[in-house]
């Protein structure tokens, strides 16, 4: 009769031990992924639609073209829609124009689009600055070498997750 008590004292103190271990609190080390990212402010949706939408670019690159007779230029700016997470790309290369859609991430802050020189003569990175300040490319608008085409490539995607970070696909 002394060994089943003693088996069943054994036994609740080795599962008694195991689930208290599960509810103390780990101390986070410097490798740990709650200590390399941040605690951010609490999350909240931007407004679907604009009050107001400003007529000026609310960025713009611009270099001058090699064509010596006339002053041409490869330009790209970037104008607010009436949708907040939404611009408008408008393109030009001596005389050809065009125009895209950029849809930004809403990461809970203000979106914040921005353009940087890209790797060609005629190129330019369109992007956005995540909540870190970093830049974050989406689209590339460049002219081919053969036959002087404009075009417009999109470079990556992004989604927001759960915890609010910007993930890209």
């Known amino acids: 009769m002394l060994k089943p008590i003693s088996a069943i004292i054994l036994t609740a103190t080795i599962m008694s031990s195991s689930c208290q271990s599960g509810t103390k609190e780990t101390a986070s080390t410097p490798d740990s992924p709650a200590a390399r990212k941040p605690a951010l402010a609490m999350f909240r949706r931007n407004p679907e639609k604009r009050d107001h939408v400003k007529k000026d670019p609310v960025a713009e690159y611009r270099v001058r073209t090699d064509d010596q007779l006339n002053e041409m230029y490869f330009s790209v700016r970037i104008f607010e829609t009436p949708v907040t997470m939404k611009y408008l790309a408008k393109v030009e290369f001596e005389g050809i124009t065009g125009e895209d859609t950029i849809k930004l991430p ?64």
Not at 143 to 163: A, M, N, Q, R, S
């Open 106 to 169: 809403d990461m809970g802050t203000p979106p914040h689009p921005v353009l940087q020189k890209g790797p060609e003569k005629y190129s330019c990175i369109i992007g956005l600055q995540d909540n870190n300040k970093a830049f974050r490319e989406l689209k590339k608008v460049y002219v081919t070498e053969k036959g002087h085409e404009l075009k417009i490539t999109t470079l990556k995607h992004y989604i927001v997750t759960e915890d609010y970070r910007l993930v890209g696909q």
